[in-house]
């Protein structure tokens, strides 16, 4: 098996690939941002740290706008943090068009929140935090209910379809932490950095026939 | 239920090896940062933070091959940190895989260099460490540098809202007139820091003894607590760490 990490200039590529080789020894996981090898391997992995102008910018500028389009509704697909932003039709950061895959808009949490205990809601939401599953799917299997995850981002995607929404997690309200649709998953965490949970998903990933 | 504090074991690297020899029962090799590390990803630390002391570049390039190999194994967030003075720099570290890279003392000299940093890399992998102690500034805490000995014109408080609002996605706060202590954290200075600016605190410097980190974080309001000695002699497991923080009604990752 061939799993593609599309490398657009963004974020912390190899250790996505480093978590796949653990948990896929067998696979030949590759970072690229070759249109043709992206096509040739079975399965994409479309991580991402930063803005999403930067985002949709450098896949504008490699060239990487069609190939990833084309491969977002043939190949088994997780997006991850940036790589879930990315997917939908708009984001207040910069007022830049996503890829418009699903319906929905990317927003920044506000500032000069406090939790139930009083604590101040720090932006970027930094940290562990619990994700619960909205629906049963293959991607969950084997973790614990609520299991935590490792977060790091600013903006959250909300009026989406509910029926897409996969997974919430709360801080000071709950936003969509996960969406699956089809062929196509997003997590808006990083489980390439959340110890064990985070592997046993990307291996549910890397096992999941859509 | 929500986001959980962290604690984050902190790991001096010199010359690509552990100092301050870590104590863990059975462990090969006392001074391998890997197998420290991994270490602590068992107890479940949340993240893991190196700080390079190396005195020379020459030495300094010897923790790129250890961040690699740190990141191959242990699937956890890596910050960086020491001799951080340019961007090349945070994209070095960033490339060899670490996740967050922290910046101190070029960021004094050169505010700039925040700004550039997080605009390249995205606020989300850098931050601040900031030395403060007691001074005659607004706040009533001063920022220093040279390990606590050289006063700056900065007052910490004014000075970590400067690099939060330059885009610092964290504020690494060591308060220097309790680092190496074991008194326990500056808690007025930490919570004042916490409630003066909107990015995560992580509170360091002064711990002995697990009551310390639940009050940093109860009493201080820190986002996540980063010790080193407290962990590194064996004497607590990271895990133990957690338990008397969840005793205490404070969220934790177990």
């Known amino acids: 098996m061939r799993i593609a990490v599309v490398d657009y200039g963004m974020g912390n590529l190899r250790s996505v690939a480093r978590a796949l080789n653990r948990v896929a020894p067998e696979a030949e996981v590759e970072v690229t941002d070759c249109p043709e090898r992206l096509r040739a391997a079975h399965r994409i992995v479309f991580p991402g740290q930063g803005a999403l102008p930067d985002c949709m910018r450098r896949l504008h500028e490699r060239h990487l706008l069609e190939v990833v389009q084309e491969l977002m509704r043939t190949r088994p697909f997780l997006g991850i943090c940036l790589g879930l932003q990315v997917l939908f039709d708009r984001s207040e950061e910069g007022d830049v068009a996503g890829l418009g895959l699903l319906a929905g808009k990317v927003c920044r949490f506000p500032e000069d929140r406090f939790g139930p205990r009083g604590e101040r809601l720090k932006v970027p939401h930094m940290g562990w935090n619990e994700v619960h599953a909205t629906r049963e799917h293959s991607l969950w299997r084997g973790l614990a209910p609520d299991s935590r995850f490792y977060f790091v981002h600013s903006y959250y995607v909300q009026e989406l379809n509910e029926a897409e929404c996969a997974a919430t997690t709360t801080y000071g309200f709950p936003f969509t932490s996960a969406v699956i649709r089809d062929n196509l998953c997003a997590v808006q965490f990083h489980p390439e950095k959340s110890a064990a949970a985070g592997l046993t998903l990307l291996s549910n990933f890397v096992h999941w026939t859509p | ?254």
């Open chain 2, 1 to 254: 239920m929500g986001l959980a504090r962290r604690i984050i074991p902190c790991l001096d690297v010199k010359g690509g090896r552990v100092v301050k020899g870590v104590n863990f029962v059975a462990l090969r090799d006392a001074g391998d940062p890997v197998e420290i590390a991994r270490r602590y990803d068992e107890q479940g630390a949340d993240e893991v933070t190196f700080l390079d002391i190396a005195a020379s570049a020459e030495e300094r390039d010897l923790i790129l091959p250890i961040i690699e190999e740190v990141s191959a194994q242990v699937f956890i967030p890596l910050t960086v940190g020491g001799g951080v003075r340019e961007v090349k720099d945070v994209r070095r570290l960033l490339n060899a895989g670490a996740d967050k890279v922290s910046i101190n003392s070029a960021a004094l000299q050169r505010p700039d260099l925040v700004s550039e940093a997080s605009g390249f890399f995205g606020a989300q992998c850098i931050v601040v460490a900031i030395d403060a102690r007691r001074a005659a500034t607004a706040s009533g805490w001063g920022v220093f540098t040279h390990g606590g000995r050289r006063p700056t014109a900065w007052d910490a408080v004014l000075w970590a809202q400067e690099v939060a609002r330059r885009g610092a996605g964290e504020i690494l706060l060591t308060s220097m007139d309790r680092d190496g202590t074991r008194e326990g954290f500056d808690l007025e200075l930490t919570r004042t820091v916490a409630e003066a600016v909107g990015v995560p605190i992580i509170a360091s410097g002064g711990v002995g003894n697990l009551q310390h980190l639940c009050d940093g974080v109860r009493v201080g309001q820190a986002d996540a607590v980063l010790a080193a000695s407290i962990f590194h002699y064996g004497e607590f497991t990271i895990r133990q760490a957690k338990e008397a923080m969840d005793a205490q009604g404070i969220e934790v990752r177990l």
